[in-house]
Nanobody, 125 residues
Framework: QLQLVESGGGLVQPGGSLRLSCAAS????????IGWFRQAPGKEREGVSC????????YYADSVKGRFTISRDSAKNAVYLQMNSLKPEDTAVYYC??????????????????WGQGTQVTVSS
């Protein structure tokens, strides 16, 4: 399995912003579709946003469209999730995961086989 490490979580007030980072060691993230998923207490893990390898196409869950942006930084071998206008319902553990290599992802949880340990995001006043 590939090693992924998330960072950037924390406590933020409603309306605030956070940027999550997904870093990799020993392999190049550009070759893999990368997804961000989240799991709130008592709920199933759900897809938030994914980015494919070939054309860089992106997917966003309806609940985050217009507020979250996924992007790659090839020089830093990282993938980011910029989260703006955060809401209390965004509170969850956020995970990044890899699928591939060289795939056009459908952003389905079962297609991702390498996962990070997660980072907590708490949106509260």
């Amino acid at each position: 399995q590939l090693q992924l490490v998330e960072s950037g979580g924390g406590l933020v007030q409603p309306g605030g912003s956070l940027r999550l980072s997904c870093a990799a060691s020993g392999f190049t993230l550009d070759y893999y579709a990368i997804g961000w998923f989240r799991q709130a207490p008592g709920k199933e893990r759900e897809g938030v946003s994914c980015i494919s390898t070939s054309d860089g196409s992106t997917y966003y869950a309806d609940s985050v469209k217009g507020r979250f942006t996924i992007s790659r930084d090839s020089a830093k071998n990282a993938v980011y999730l910029q989260m703006n206008s955060l809401k209390p319902e965004d509170t969850a553990v956020y995970y990044c995961a890899a699928e591939g290599p060289y795939v056009q992802t459908m952003c389905l949880i079962d297609d991702f086989d390498s996962w990070g340990q997660g980072t907590q995001v708490t949106v509260s006043s």
